[in-house]
């Protein structure tokens, strides 16, 4: 076993010890919404937003975005588990502002080995194969975080499948204070359109 894996048996060891009435939990959110955020490992969303086991749906990927995967999750939270607000949390200092679609292309087609970032960027120092796959997946990197926000709230907001009675709203968490920091236009654009 790898050094990774042993620590992470032990310690759901020890967490499995102390489960107690969490084995009590509904399976529907007890707060009633849900956050899409970045999978980065410097965000703990249930710090950042005062959670607690069983209280919301925390929804992650690369950059927070609104993939469908994203929206179908979201689906999935209001239709059957009755969640009834959701933000979307993006944040400073995202990787996914360092590449494009196309840098991230080329990177995959050299070779599917990590690529390192430096002074001028992605380079790529592994050896073949890699795979020309990439073409066909959109990577939905970043430009201008609020920006970034308030269109995946937009998308969010008109997608068929999301009713209009939801409020969507729309920060950028700040991974040097750990503050929310509100997106306006975002927000504004995630309106409930029907009560």
Same mark, same amino acid.
Request: net charge positive; proline share 5%; hydrophobic share 40%.
């Given at each position: ?6 620590? $992470? =048996? ?7 010890? @102390? #489960?107690? %009435? ?7 959110? !007890? ?56 933000? $979307? =949390? ?7 502002? @360092? #590449?494009? %679609? ?7 087609? !050299? ?85």
């Amino acid at each position: 076993m790898s050094a990774i894996l042993d620590e $992470v =048996v032990k310690a759901n060891k020890a967490y499995a010890r @102390t #489960f107690g %009435d969490k084995k009590l939990l509904a399976m529907p959110p !007890k707060r009633q919404f849900a956050i899409l955020t970045c999978m980065d490992a410097r965000i703990d969303p249930a710090k950042m937003a005062g959670l607690s086991e069983g209280d919301a749906h925390v929804i992650r990927n690369a950059g927070g975005r609104a993939s469908d995967d994203a929206i179908r999750s979201l689906v999935i939270s209001y239709k059957l588990l009755g969640t009834k607000e959701w933000f $979307v =949390v993006h944040h400073s200092d995202c990787g996914m502002e @360092t #590449f494009t %679609d196309e840098i991230m292309r080329s990177l995959l087609e !050299k070779s599917l080995q990590t690529a390192d970032l430096g002074a001028k960027g992605w380079t790529d120092k592994g050896k073949g194969p890699g795979s020309p796959e990439g073409k066909y997946v959109s990577f939905l990197t970043i430009r201008n975080q609020a920006d970034s926000v308030l269109e995946d709230v937009f998308r969010i907001r008109n997608h068929p499948l999301v009713p209009g009675s939801i409020p969507i709203y729309g920060f950028i968490y700040d991974v040097r204070s750990g503050k929310l920091v509100a997106v306006p236009k975002a927000t504004a654009a995630g309106k409930p359109t029907r009560k």
